[in-house]
């Protein structure tokens, strides 16, 4: 069984952290790609995104990466997905996750035990359902995680969703974002 299950794992795509890449490390992984998008592409995006600046806001001053989350929704977008930002004071239970194609976490960076509390220094990676169990694909993990199923999954996303400074990102077909089917209807009281 574990030998199973280690096949399945090599069958998923998952980038590694390099440098303050995270971003495109996060975009690949949710696509399942290596050539979904590169540095290149994405310091493109963010010089179109303010090209006038001497200092670029979506990037890293460096040209390490660090990108912010108007350059992963441009990026996105170009693809004909829409980011959602996730109200975490709002339940969980109010997410469609079967019309959900994916997730991106956005939290403290974190360097072995340490975090670093500086806006300068946030993470992001992935989170997606393949071959119907959901993963981790955070790109500092030797090696994709398994959440499990969709109850599994709520119960993950409560946990991360406590720690101070996290946000989640649902990434959803613009069909779905313009009609608001990631969301689950309230009921009316009768």
């Not at 035990?113 to 030797?142: C, E, M, V």
């Not at 599994?152 to 989640?168: F, G």
């Amino acid at each position: 069984m574990a030998e199973a299950d280690s096949k399945k794992d090599q069958a998923i795509y998952h980038e590694k952290q390099r440098l303050q890449m995270c971003a495109v490390h996060a975009i690949n992984n949710l696509f399942q790609g290596s050539n979904v998008l590169k540095r290149e592409d994405m310091n493109s995006i963010c010089k179109e995104l303010s090209p006038n600046t001497l200092v670029n806001p979506h990037m890293s001053v460096f040209g390490v990466g660090n990108y912010d989350v108007n350059a992963i929704m441009a990026v996105m977008s170009r693809r004909g997905y829409e980011v959602v930002w996730f109200d975490k004071r709002k339940s969980l239970d109010g997410i469609n996750f079967g019309n959900i194609y994916g997730m991106f976490i956005n939290t403290v960076a974190k360097w072995d035990t340490f975090k670093i509390p500086f806006k300068l220094f946030r993470h992001w990676f992935a989170i997606r359902q393949i071959g119907g169990i959901y993963h981790n694909l955070d790109s500092k993990l030797k090696r994709p995680e398994k959440i499990g199923s969709e109850l599994d999954l709520r119960s993950y996303l409560k946990s991360k969703l406590s720690e101070q400074k996290t946000e989640l990102l649902l990434v959803v077909e613009m069909s779905i974002a313009e009609e608001r089917s990631w969301e689950i209807p309230k009921s009316s009281p009768t």
